[in-house]
């Protein structure tokens, strides 16, 4: 077990978050916990709303408070508790992984496909994962498709991040808990024996460290280290979280850090089987800068062959893809990227958030979102648009475009100019975001058209085939936004007019 060594190298490194909010310290906290941690620190889809109890969200929109303050509000009960039998958390939820939403991507039927001859079956199938939003919502939760498919994927990131959290929270919690005082500049805080005297459940600490120091500007510096083997079952895994923190001296609340996180399984693999023998270990960083305007962040997570920590020169997670001859401990599988500029007030504001199955995909999956809340009833809408980009490894926040036949006969990886677009509102008296724009359908075909001619598909998500010729309307047209770049500015003016691509903050 490497837990000792791999914290070694991310003991100054720092954060992993979707979405991130400065909050006011919470009451009864000690006086320094707000420049100590990142009070307000948090992760969660900006869609992801949850009945609202026991007052614990200030800001609820009709009886929905979002997961986001939802987290804040358990972050900061951690920082808070006045007894360390209040300082545990949950280390499956680093175990935690994305999924697609119903509505998004399923396996659809097909016969008679006109760019090439059909694979086997009766009827064949398009493989789940690759036609985009193709249902106008979800059937169970009742989410617009956008909606949906943000929370399910941010799923598995947010729930890894918040026990990232939570971990070093407990650390401040314990502290406090027992009488200790975050230490001064240039002292430390060895904190082990007290978190192995939570007894979290199947999890033995080897790291438990804070640091405070200075750097060369003479703002403070506070470093967590925090390392754990967790044996659930007759699994085994070594888990390391580091944050390097920087408050805004002269004005509470503001911040800037940086926080990482490593989950290392020995005996795991990618589904393609490139680490086989080697190893896995699901890395993540994340950049976060809380100024008095908005919060800035990129974050990226990943799953890595080898106990690699994926950092490159920057000290954040390294795009390259793993190559068996020239990168053997790049990513193998699921790199994520999300860049966000938001008031963490009411999450008004733009994400852009990217994905890659695997490594040898041509182009990554990308939304690019602006969040508006109404003035006067807070209720929050999303205009979301949906396409193709560029690789994880070259990737810069745009869409490129539409791929309708991603994996069918004859495909084509060239996107068209269009995106699916949809936008949708919190509905405060069921809780769900109800769509009241959708441009969505299309034809599986490399020109997204139908053709009129014998090619029929599952235009429902039914699993049947929806027989008759031009059944689903899309003869001679698809409903997809088309794209134009009329400035030549290298952004499409429909997506260019609605989000603004956030800007990378950069640590230290």
């Given at each position: 077990m490497k837990n000792v060594q791999r914290i070694s190298t991310l003991f100054l490194l720092g954060a992993m978050v979707f979405l991130l909010a400065a909050c006011n310290p919470p009451a009864g906290s000690d006086s320094d916990t707000a420049g100590a941690f990142p009070s307000g620190l948090s992760v969660a889809s900006p869609t992801a709303y949850q009945a609202s109890a026991g007052g614990i969200a200030s800001r609820a929109v009709g009886g929905y408070a979002s997961e986001y303050e939802v987290e804040v509000a358990e972050i900061d009960a951690l920082l808070s508790a006045t007894s360390t039998s209040s300082c545990g958390f949950e280390p499956a939820e680093?175990?935690?992984?994305?999924?697609?939403?119903?509505?998004?991507?399923?396996?659809?039927?097909?016969?008679?496909?006109?760019?090439?001859?059909?694979?086997?079956?009766?009827?064949?199938?398009?493989?789940?994962?690759?036609?985009?939003?193709?249902?106008?919502?979800?059937?169970?939760?009742g989410n617009a498709c956008a909606a949906d498919q943000l929370d399910s994927r941010l799923t598995g990131i947010s729930r890894r991040a918040s026990a990232s959290l939570k971990g070093l929270a407990s650390m401040v919690c314990v502290a406090l808990a027992s009488g200790e005082t975050l230490p001064a500049a240039g002292g430390s805080l060895d904190l082990l024996t007290q978190m192995n005297a939570l007894g979290v459940t199947d999890t033995s600490f080897t790291t438990a460290t804070l640091t405070h120091s200075t750097d060369s500007s003479g703002d403070d510096v506070y470093a967590y280290s925090l390392a754990f083997n967790y044996t659930p079952g007759?699994?085994?895994?070594?888990?390391?979280?580091?944050?390097?923190?920087?408050?805004?001296?002269?004005?509470?609340?503001?911040?800037?850090?940086?926080?990482?996180?490593?989950?290392?399984?020995?005996?795991?693999?990618?589904?393609?089987?490139?680490?086989?023998?080697?190893?896995?270990?699901?890395?993540?960083?994340?950049?976060?800068?809380?100024?008095?305007?908005?919060?800035?962040?990129?974050?990226?997570?990943?799953?890595?062959?080898?106990?690699?920590?994926?950092?490159?020169?920057?000290?954040?997670?390294?795009?390259?893809?793993?190559?068996?001859?020239?990168?053997?401990?790049?990513?193998?599988?699921?790199?994520?990227?999300?860049?966000?500029?938001?008031?963490?007030?009411?999450?008004?504001?733009?994400?852009?958030?990217?994905?890659?199955?695997?490594?040898?995909?041509?182009?990554?999956?990308?939304?690019?979102?602006?969040?508006?809340?109404?003035?006067?009833?807070?209720?929050?809408?999303?205009?979301?648009?949906?396409?193709?980009?560029?690789?994880?490894?070259?990737?810069?926040?745009?869409?490129?475009?539409?791929?309708?036949?991603?994996?069918?006969?004859?495909?084509?990886?060239?996107?068209?100019?269009?995106?699916?677009?949809?936008?949708?509102?919190?509905?405060?008296?069921?809780?769900?975001?109800?769509?009241?724009?959708?441009?969505?359908?299309?034809?599986p075909a490399n020109n997204c058209i139908q053709g009129g001619g014998s090619f029929t598909f599952d235009i429902n998500g039914d699993g049947t085939l929806d027989g008759g010729d031009d059944v689903t309307g899309l003869a001679s047209s698809h409903s997809l936004l088309t794209l134009n770049d009329i400035d030549v500015n290298g952004e499409w003016d429909e997506i260019e007019a609605v989000v603004s691509l956030p800007s990378t903050p950069t640590y230290p």
């Open positions: 680093f175990l935690s992984s994305a999924v697609n939403a119903a509505c998004y991507g399923p396996s659809i039927a097909y016969q008679n496909h006109p760019d090439g001859a059909d694979a086997a079956g009766s009827p064949p199938t398009l493989p789940g994962g690759d036609v985009g939003m193709w249902l106008e919502a979800d059937a169970t939760s007759s699994s085994d895994y070594d888990i390391g979280v580091a944050m390097s923190h920087t408050p805004n001296g002269s004005t509470s609340g503001l911040f800037k850090g940086r926080m990482t996180y490593h989950v290392n399984n020995d005996a795991g693999t990618d589904s393609n089987g490139y680490c086989a023998g080697a190893g896995i270990s699901d890395n993540a960083s994340l950049v976060y800068d809380r100024t008095a305007s908005a919060l800035n962040l990129e974050m990226r997570s990943g799953r890595y062959c080898g106990e690699e920590d994926g950092l490159n020169a920057s000290n954040v997670m390294d795009p390259t893809p793993y190559d068996a001859a020239t990168a053997t401990g790049g990513w193998a599988e699921n790199f994520n990227k999300l860049t966000a500029s938001f008031d963490p007030d009411d999450l008004a504001g733009d994400y852009v958030y990217a994905w890659q199955a695997g490594k040898g995909d041509s182009h990554s999956r990308v939304f690019n979102a602006h969040v508006s809340n109404d003035s006067s009833t807070g209720i929050p809408t999303v205009e979301a648009f949906f396409g193709f980009g560029n690789a994880m490894d070259s990737f810069s926040g745009n869409i490129e475009g539409m791929i309708c036949n991603w994996a069918g006969p004859g495909n084509s990886h060239t996107p068209i100019d269009a995106v699916q677009h949809q936008v949708a509102s919190l509905n405060t008296t069921t809780g769900v975001f109800d769509a009241s724009t959708s441009a969505l359908a299309y034809a």
